[in-house]
Structure formats: structure tokens, C-alpha cells
């Protein structure tokens, strides 16, 4: 949740008396290092609004200085009329066995779609990405039929696949052959697609702790509370389940949200409320926050907020205070700073999920349940809190991918994905792409390669993260970036100390006492501070301002949800932002690196590579 409440403002609209020449054109291509360009590459290097672009670009059409193109509903791209010859197609070769495809220099409107329903296994420098279709792509697909999710896939391939074609609906419905739902004196029933599943597959893979006695061929009553298990434990065997239970909403609760909706906000909360349950996964700065919050008032129920931190939930109630009439009396925090039960409820993961804790919780008959930070759910410590009863259940998160490949788990604990096509929102201008470049250093002498190489494990690691070059690759960065703010995110404390002590910047970490911690974040806001170093605190959990400039030093071993983490601290609504990945050459960093930026790049963010010359 970070910033996420805050209303964009539009890019600075085109001066009239100065539109877009060709020239000047050409100049943006020349920045962005690219031949062509949507509307919103011009408005963050014109740090114009995403409607003055589009305006001042179609005017240059129009007096035939550029070349326009359009691709089925993808945004337009723009080149000049002389380099058409340059503009390459892009090649799409289809494996259906190995359900893979190669993209060789995908479209901004191929990579969006195959986001739909592909996962992105490897990219390469030269513009080669390798996507794979696996079974939980198709089943949380964003669709509401396959027919649906199969045009998407006609949209991208270069020819029908029948093969690959018949898989994906063979596994749409496989997604369907099992059900939950509520008998009409109230109690919860598992419905499967035939007896044949029910008894070699549920009653094979379920006992006496999930289900009573069989109620028919097709249907078990469910032990109350075993709803989650059940759910999880068919997932496992490859049989998601479909939630459709009829949960009692609670006492009604009126929500007033006091700021308009933005459009793709709007479909996420219809979308939501049309099948009671799902996760909104946008890009950090959508404002998923107050999606959210949209939700909470369209729902009109008592809401649990369930959140990975204390800090966080206190973040969450002043959200609510500021965009919402809701009284102070009327929202409670429950953790172990503070217990309240009130109409809407912010309480932590792990405090709803003790078992001396979770009967306030069950006696209560919440309309809405909001996961924030979804992404913890798998974990052991913060799994008994899905259990919880509610009509509606939200989760949220920008990067719902974990390394234990338990991402999928989400979808199957809380709902579907909502709102991935992170490109439509950079296109549209709501939230600006960050660019990406991963730098490679050289090793700053040949005693610190020895010391690589004389080590092992994390040891060897931290000898790469802390390689003495880098801090000459950061001076060169922010001298490159003089006028920006920027933060510098580290991993180990005293390597942090180390770069805030020889750039004469401050230093946050967890031991950082919160009053200086907020004083120091407020500054860099109001723009009264340019810089700061950042430690993982910055990661997640508190309210991070955002930034035109990201470095990130070290931490490589982490993950790839905790790169598009620190992208996000730059992606902004207006004007053009970058992200720095700075990995040792030669050193393991560099496959750590190309792993964290990955699933950026199956968000259709584009990444360059390069490496820093040093003197």
C-alpha cells in the first residue's frame, strides 16, 4: 500500500504555441532509443498528459511527417515516414506440445495479451522471449468463457493451433468439475461434475475431517471450517474449486467514498462484484487501495482488513479516514498494539490467524474480507486466516508470484485475477512504465574477484552485492540524474551505512525510530530531500513516496515480486521515471538479476542491459 491513495495528476498538457515538430520527434525516438513510440513514451519524455501526445502526434500525421499503425485494439504507435522500412514485425513461433511460444520482438499490444493467459520463462538481450502456457494460466484466466480466452489466444498466434486449442479447453473445464456451495438449510456442500469424481478423486483425497457423509453420487456436506483445506487440498491434486457459497453479508454498513473512481477502477469493482471474489493485480501507484475502498461501499458490510503488519494497518486507517465518512469509532485495529472490533475491522494476518484470536473473528459476519499484500497467503503462518467466513473476499496485490511456485494458490484461496494488463494502464497515461535497464560492474580490483571465488554460499553472494565498483556506478547514476529524486535500495545494514556515510545522504533500515523515518520519508516528498539510501523496509508494509529514480545496489538473491516492488517505487502518473539493477559481472548476480526482472518483463515492461565503463 504504498501511495496508492493518492489521486494522479494529469501530465502537463502540449503549449499551444508549441506543438510537436518532426524534428523534435525524431529527438524523443533519439531518447527513448527506440524507432517507434506510443503516445505515452511521448508524454513521459514531453512530460505532457497522455490526451496532449496523442493530439500533437496525429498532428504530424496529418501534415505527413509521421507514419501511424494500428494493431486491433492495441495502442497506435508512431514513426517517422522514412524509417517504415525499419519497422520490423514481430515473429511468433508456436511449439503446442511443449505448449510454448517464442516471441521475437513482441508488440506492446502481443505482450499485454499473452500476459492474459502465458507466463513468461526467459527473455534474452536481443529481444527473444519464451512464454509457456501452464495449466493454473488457463484456469485463472480473466475471462468469463473460454471462447473468450481462446479469441485472445487467435489474437497473438500467428495461425490457429487446434492442438494447443483443444488443451486449453480440456483445462477450463477442469477448473470447473468441482464446486462449493450452500444448501438451503445453510450448511456448505462440495458438488463435483460426476460420481466418478466424487469418489476417486474427493472422497480419495478428502476424510472424515473435511466431509460428513455423502449427501448423493455428486455432492458431500462440508465439516464447517474445512472450507480452505478442501480447497487447497483439491488444488494439489489438480482440481481447483469453485467458490460459489451464499455467505451471510452481516449487519449492513453505509461507505461513502469521497473521490470518483477512475474508469479501469471501476471495472475492477464490477468485475469483482460480479463473482464475489477476486484479487486486483495492478501495478504499484493503480490505486488498488481505493478499489478497494470503491468496493467496501458497493458491498455496504461490516469489512475485515487483513494486513502483513501493524505499520500497515495504521497506514490502512488513515486511508480510510481520509477517503471515506467513516467516523474514527467506526474502524477498530486489532494486533498486538491495539484490540478493536468495530464495524470495519483492520486486524494482521497473524493475529486473525491464532486460534485464540479467530472466534472474535468468526462470530462476526463480515460482508467483505480485504487480503492486502495477498501474496503472504501461502505461507503457513498466514493460512488459517482464508478460513475466515465473508460474503465478499479482495485480495490485493502487485505481484502475486512467490518462489515456492505457490502463486497460483492465491487465485484458488481468495478469487480470480483482476486488472493484470498492466500495458493498457502505462498506454492509457494512469500509471507511467518505468524503465529498466540491468547495469553490469566490473569488479572494482583484483583482490575483491579473489575474495569471490575464495568463498562459498551467501558469503559469496554478499562479496558480490557489496563489490566496491558499485558505489562509483551510483555516483555516475545520480550525477546522470542530477535533478531527480532518487533512493538507493541495499540489503545488509552496514553496507548501507557505508554508501549513505561516502554520499552524504541519509540511511533508513528497520532500526531507523520511526519519528526520523517518517520526518526523513515527508522531506523526500515535499521534494525538500533528494536522496536516500533504503534498506528492505522499503520493500513493503509502509508508505514509501515514490520516486524518478531507483537504484537498486543489492539484494539479488531475492525475488522477483521484491524487484517489481522497488519498480513500482517509479512508476508514476506523470513524465518519465527509471529503474538501475546493478549486478557484478561474472558473478552469479547476473542470472539472480535477469530472474527478478523477469516477471516485469511479462508485465510488458521493456528491459535493456547494459555495462558501466569504469575510468
Not at 523 to 544: K, T, W
Request: charged share 30%; glycine share 8%.
Amino acid at each position: 500500500m504504498t501511495n496508492e491513495h493518492d489521486e494522479p495528476a494529469d501530465g502537463t498538457p502540449a503549449p499551444d504555441d508549441q506543438p510537436l515538430s518532426a524534428t523534435e520527434f525524431r529527438a524523443v525516438l533519439e531518447t527513448l532509443g527506440r524507432p517507434v513510440t506510443t503516445a505515452s513514451g511521448v508524454a513521459r519524455v514531453r512530460e505532457w498528459s497522455q490526451t496532449a501526445a496523442s493530439d500533437a502526434l496525429d498532428a504530424l500525421v496529418d501534415a505527413g511527417d509521421l507514419e501511424r499503425l494500428d494493431v486491433s485494439d492495441d495502442p497506435r504507435v508512431w514513426y517517422p515516414r522514412e524509417f517504415a522500412d525499419l519497422v520490423s514485425p514481430e515473429h511468433v513461433v508456436v511449439f503446442p506440445d511443449r505448449r510454448e511460444l517464442v516471441v521475437e520482438h513482441p508488440e506492446q499490444f502481443t505482450r499485454a495479451q499473452l500476459t492474459q493467459f502465458a507466463h513468461l520463462v526467459d527473455s534474452s538481450g536481443d529481444g527473444a522471449y519464451i512464454y509457456e502456457i501452464r495449466e493454473e494460466d488457463v484456469w485463472w484466466a480473466p475471462y468469463d468463457h473460454v471462447d473468450d480466452l481462446v479469441r485472445t489466444m487467435r489474437n497473438v498466434l500467428p495461425e490457429r493451433s487446434p492442438k494447443l486449442e483443444e488443451w486449453v479447453e480440456s483445462q477450463w473445464r477442469r477448473a470447473r468439475r468441482f464446486a462449493l456451495t450452500t444448501h438451503p438449510d445453510g450448511y456448505t456442500v462440495l458438488e463435483a461434475e460426476s460420481p466418478e469424481l466424487m469418489g476417486n478423486v474427493a472422497r480419495q483425497k478428502l476424510d472424515a475431517d473435511h466431509l460428513h457423509a455423502p449427501i448423493s453420487d455428486t455432492e458431500g456436506w462440508v465439516v464447517e471450517g474445512k472450507e480452505g483445506e478442501i480447497k487447497r487440498t483439491l488444488y494439489d491434486a489438480g482440481y481447483p474449486v469453485q467458490d460459489l457459497r451464499d455467505l451471510d453479508g452481516g449487519a449492513d454498513l453505509d461507505v461513502d467514498l469521497g473521490l470518483d473512481l477512475r474508469d479501469y477502477q471501476r471495472d475492477w469493482v464490477e468485475r469483482f462484484l460480479g463473482s464475489g471474489a477476486g484479487v486486483l493485480v495492478g501495478p504499484p501507484g493503480s490505486g488498488k487501495t481505493v478499489a478497494a475502498m470503491g468496493a467496501m461501499s458497493e458491498v455496504g458490510g461490516e469489512t475485515l482488513v487483513l494486513a502483513p503488519s501493524r505499520e500497515l494497518a495504521g497506514q490502512w486507517r488513515e486511508a480510510l479516514l481520509t477517503h471515506t465518512d467513516l467516523d474514527p469509532d467506526q474502524i477498530g485495529e486489532y494486533h498486538g498494539g491495539e484490540k478493536r472490533i468495530r464495524p470495519v475491522t483492520i486486524a494482521t494476518y497473524r493475529t486473525a490467524g491464532m486460534e485464540r484470536h479467530r472466534k472474535l473473528f468468526d462470530e462476526r459476519r463480515w460482508g467483505l474480507i480485504v487480503y492486502d499484500e495477498v501474496h503472504h497467503i501461502p505461507a503457513a503462518v498466514y493460512r488459517k486466516s482464508v478460513d475466515l467466513q465473508a460474503k465478499h473476499r479482495l485480495g490485493l496485490s502487485a505481484t502475486p508470484v512467490r518462489e515456492d511456485d505457490k502463486g497460483a494458490e492465491i487465485f484458488t484461496l481468495i478469487g480470480p485475477p483482476i486488472g493484470t494488463d498492466w500495458a493498457k494502464l502505462f498506454e492509457a497515461g494512469f500509471v507511467a512504465e518505468p524503465e529498466v535497464e540491468l547495469r553490469f560492474v566490473p569488479w572494482g580490483s583484483e583482490a575483491d574477484r579473489d575474495e569471490y571465488a575464495s568463498v562459498t554460499g551467501h558469503e559469496r553472494r554478499r562479496v558480490a552485492g557489496s563489490n566496491p565498483a558499485k558505489l562509483d556506478a551510483i555516483r555516475s547514476l545520480l550525477d546522470e540524474h542530477a535533478d531527480a529524486k532518487a533512493l538507493v535500495f541495499v540489503e545488509w545494514l552496514d553496507q548501507g551505512e557505508s554508501y549513505a556515510e561516502a554520499l552524504g545522504i541519509p540511511f533508513i533500515s528497520g532500526d531507523t525510530p520511526h519519528p526520523e523515518r517518517e520526518r526523513l520519508f515527508d522531506e523526500f516528498r515535499r521534494g525538500e530531500r533528494a536522496r536516500l539510501v533504503v534498506s528492505r523496509v522499503g520493500d513493503e508494509g509502509i508508505d514509501l513516496p515514490n520516486a524518478e529514480v531507483a537504484v537498486v545496489a543489492s539484494g539479488l538473491g531475492g525475488s522477483r515480486r521484491q524487484a517489481s516492488q522497488r519498480a513500482g517505487r517509479t512508476m508514476r502518473p506523470a513524465g518519465s521515471s527509471r529503474l538501475y539493477v546493478l549486478a557484478t559481472r561474472g558473478t552469479r548476480e547476473e542470472e539472480f538479476a535477469r530472474q527478478q526482472l523477469r516477471h516485469l518483463a511479462g508485465k510488458g515492461i521493456r528491459l535493456t542491459e547494459t555495462t558501466f565503463e569504469t575510468e
